[in-house]
C-alpha cells in the first residue's frame, strides 16, 4: 500500500463512520473517483461496519435517561412564565 492509499484508508474509515470535516468529505470524494482500490475498500469498510451492528447485542439505556428525557419534554411543552 503506497502512502496515499494509506491516507486514503484513513479517510475511507471516517467517511465509513460518517465522521469526516467537509474538506475532508470533499479530498475522500476525490479521491474515491479516481481510486478503484480506494472504492473497494470503502464498501469493504461499509460491510464490516453493518456486520457489527448486527453482531452486538442489543442494550437498553437506563430508565433514568427515558425518565430525563420525558421531564424534558414536559418542561419544553409548559407555556414560559415570563
Known amino acids: ?15 465509513a463512520l460518517a465522521d469526516l470535516t467537509p474538506r475532508e468529505l470533499t479530498r475522500w470524494a476525490r479521491r474515491r473517483a479516481a ?3 480506494c472504492r ?3 464498501a469493504e469498510l ?3 461496519l453493518a456486520e457489527l451492528a448486527l453482531a452486538a447485542s442489543p442494550r437498553l439505556p437506563p430508565p433514568s435517561v427515558l425518565d430525563g428525557i420525558r421531564a424534558e419534554i414536559r418542561a419544553q411543552a409548559e407555556p414560559s412564565r415570563s
Do not use: F, N, S
Open 35 to 37: 481510486c478503484p482500490a
Open 1 to 15: 500500500m503506497t502512502r496515499g492509499h494509506r491516507h486514503g484508508g484513513d479517510l475511507a474509515a471516517g467517511a
Open 40 to 42: 473497494a475498500l470503502e
Open 46 to 48: 461499509d460491510g464490516v
